[in-house]
């Protein structure tokens, strides 16, 4: 299960997600993205509450960082020790901004 918060300010916009970010889950954060990105200049995805994230979070990651790419910046935030490692392992940590 997957719960997606969205908070937007002034062209910013702050998605913590919390739960598992796997097959399943990951079509309902893509829409969401698509539907949200729409003059977006700074995105932000909080990790904080994530506790896992499969190849299919992953792809959904890459198509937001290339969206933002070509408007304004990405990062992601509370990242844990688990995705942390995930993400280096799949060299992920050189794509994104991981703070």
């Known amino acids: 299960m997957l719960n997606i918060n969205k908070q937007a300010e002034n062209g910013k916009l702050v998605i913590a997600l919390e739960g598992r970010l796997d097959t399943t889950t990951s079509p309902v954060l893509e829409v969401e993205l698509k539907s949200s990105l729409d003059g977006v200049t700074e995105l932000i995805m909080d990790f904080e509450k994530l506790e896992y994230i499969s190849s299919a979070g992953l792809r959904v ?31 992920f940590s050189d794509i994104l901004t991981v703070e």
Request: aromatic share 4%; glycine share 6%; charged share 15%.
């Open 61 to 91: 990651l890459l198509s937001a960082q290339k969206t933002m790419n070509n408007q304004g910046s990405m990062k992601v935030i509370h990242v844990n020790e688990t995705i942390m490692e995930i993400f280096e392992v799949t060299g």
